[in-house]
């Protein structure tokens, strides 16, 4: 028979421990109950025969357990200030029968409890069962030998491996199984890392490069005739500044998911009512953008949710500058907010632009992707990537209804009382 290991033991030992002072923290509850029972059951006895016997209760007078002539008889007495005694009660039978009942009672008391607790202590091995097979594992580990060669086999079979490429780390060793599969993990998640980083700075370069190459052009045409025609200096100044502004705003969108990635953007929650935020950005998109009408659906009720504001509303506006620029002119865009048959707080877009293509939808949040429709129409492929971040900080969720030709309708859904990371 094999033996037990000793955290096994430990465990098993706690799972008894805490079941056991289940128990006697029940049956204590349940002592105390049956004695102020049995008090309560006592001062009324002795007041209902101090009524039949005097008629009244004499607050007044002296009440006292004493000793019968026999000696074994406990009397109960109750004597005037006059020094009459108006009752003399022998004690013994009703305090036996009172014994008896009590003990009768915790008895079945402790019956019931040991039966409805034997569930409790299955549940209270269920919740240490993990902490059971972390100590048979931790006893497996500390039984293995690992001798020199092994070490060496494992410290060659890593050296060959690089994060780049498709092989995987192979021991044929059962000893090393766990520490195998462990690394081929790792080398995994290397490999999708440096694979994300690879493409981020290969589509990075790729939309640098055009501004770049415009602002190059423009310079030599300057060089070469600017300095004598107007026309040209005019059109070289307006087109070099164009470019400028994209560049820095496509660095700006790489900064901010740089320091997203890295762990440098921190949100900032506080209670927002998502109706005022709602609005607001209606209202700004309405002045700013003279070409759309837009109309907004809100909540009678103040709609609230734990949120950064600021970083919120920057995921809400990317979906509304989408909107607008998708869409043709005096289409109506429509924001909206509300709650979620199941209770949880929605933000919404709703254009009735160009639309998406099933197999776009399913990749418009990766970084500069654009489908083939959009690429007729200014942007960076990256103002999508920065909201989903934002919304995906918050816990949040997007749902998304598009049809080629019909429009997109956008919903950032919040979790109950929104917990952002």
């Given at each position: 028979?094999?033996?037990?290991?000793?955290?096994?033991?430990?465990?098993?030992?706690?799972?008894?421990?805490?079941?056991?002072?289940?128990?006697?923290?029940?049956?204590?509850?349940?002592?105390?109950?049956?004695?102020?029972?049995?008090?309560v059951c006592l001062i009324s006895y002795l007041a209902g025969q101090e009524m039949a016997a005097a008629g009244k209760i004499?607050?007044?007078?002296?009440?006292?357990?004493?000793n019968g002539k026999n000696g074994s008889e406990i009397l109960y007495r109750v004597i005037t200030g006059s020094g009459k005694t108006v009752l003399e009660l022998p004690m013994n039978r009703f305090l036996t029968g009172l014994l008896i009942a009590a003990a009768v009672i915790f008895a079945l008391q402790f019956l019931w409890v040991w039966i409805t607790y034997?569930?409790?202590?299955?549940?209270?091995?269920?919740?240490?069962?993990?902490?059971?097979?972390?100590?048979?594992?931790?006893?497996?580990?500390?039984?293995?030998?690992?001798?020199?060669?092994?070490?060496?086999?494992?410290?060659?079979?890593?050296?060959?491996?690089?994060p780049q490429d498709a092989g995987i780390l192979s021991l044929g060793d059962s000893d090393l199984v766990g520490v195998e599969a462990a690394m081929n993990n790792l080398l995994l998640r290397m490999r999708e890392t440096y694979a994300q980083q690879s493409r981020f700075v290969n589509d990075a370069s790729h939309e640098l490069r055009t501004p770049i190459a415009v602002i190059q052009g423009y310079v030599n045409m300057l060089e070469r005739w600017g300095k004598e025609?107007?026309?040209?200096?005019?059109?070289?100044?307006?087109?070099?500044?164009?470019?400028?502004?994209?560049?820095?705003?496509?660095?700006?969108?790489?900064?901010?998911?740089?320091?997203?990635?890295?762990?440098?953007?921190?949100?900032?929650?506080?209670?927002?009512?998502?109706?005022?935020?709602m609005k607001e950005i209606y209202e700004e998109s309405f002045m700013i953008d003279e070409s759309h009408p837009y109309r907004f659906s809100g909540t009678d009720q103040p709609l609230t949710a734990a949120i950064d504001p600021g970083l919120f509303k920057q995921?809400?506006?990317?979906?509304?500058?989408?909107?607008?620029?998708?869409t043709k002119p005096g289409d109506e865009i429509l924001l909206s907010c509300g709650k979620t048959d199941t209770g949880e707080c929605y933000?919404?877009?709703?254009?009735?632009?160009?639309?998406?293509?099933?197999?776009?939808?399913?990749?418009?949040?990766?970084?500069f992707y654009r489908s083939d429709d959009a690429r007729g129409y200014a942007g960076t492929g990256?103002?999508?990537?920065?909201?989903?971040?934002?919304?995906?900080?918050?816990?949040?969720?997007?749902?998304?209804?598009?049809?080629?030709?019909?429009?997109?309708?956008?919903?950032?859904?919040?979790?109950?009382?929104?917990q952002p990371q």
């Open positions: 028979m094999r033996e037990r290991p000793a955290n096994q033991i430990k465990v098993t030992s706690i799972t008894r421990r805490l079941h056991f002072r289940q128990i006697r923290k029940s049956l204590w509850r349940s002592f105390r109950s049956d004695v102020l029972l049995m008090l004499n607050l007044q007078a002296s009440r006292l357990f004493t034997i569930p409790e202590d299955h549940g209270i091995r269920e919740i240490l069962s993990p902490l059971d097979a972390l100590a048979l594992r931790a006893d497996e580990l500390s039984r293995l030998s690992f001798s020199e060669e092994k070490y060496q086999a494992l410290e060659e079979a890593i050296d060959r491996i690089q025609d107007e026309s040209i200096l005019n059109e070289s100044i307006t087109a070099i500044r164009h470019e400028s502004d994209h560049m820095n705003h496509l660095v700006e969108q790489l900064l901010f998911l740089a320091r997203g990635d890295s762990g440098r953007t921190e949100l900032h929650p506080e209670e927002t009512d998502l109706n005022l935020l995921s809400i506006r990317i979906l509304t500058d989408n909107a607008a620029k998708y933000v919404q877009v709703q254009d009735s632009g160009i639309g998406m293509a099933e197999a776009d939808v399913q990749h418009m949040f990766e970084r990256l103002g999508l990537s920065i909201a989903k971040w934002i919304v995906d900080r918050h816990r949040g969720h997007f749902e998304i209804l598009s049809r080629p030709g019909l429009g997109t309708r956008i919903r950032i859904v919040l979790p109950q009382q929104g």
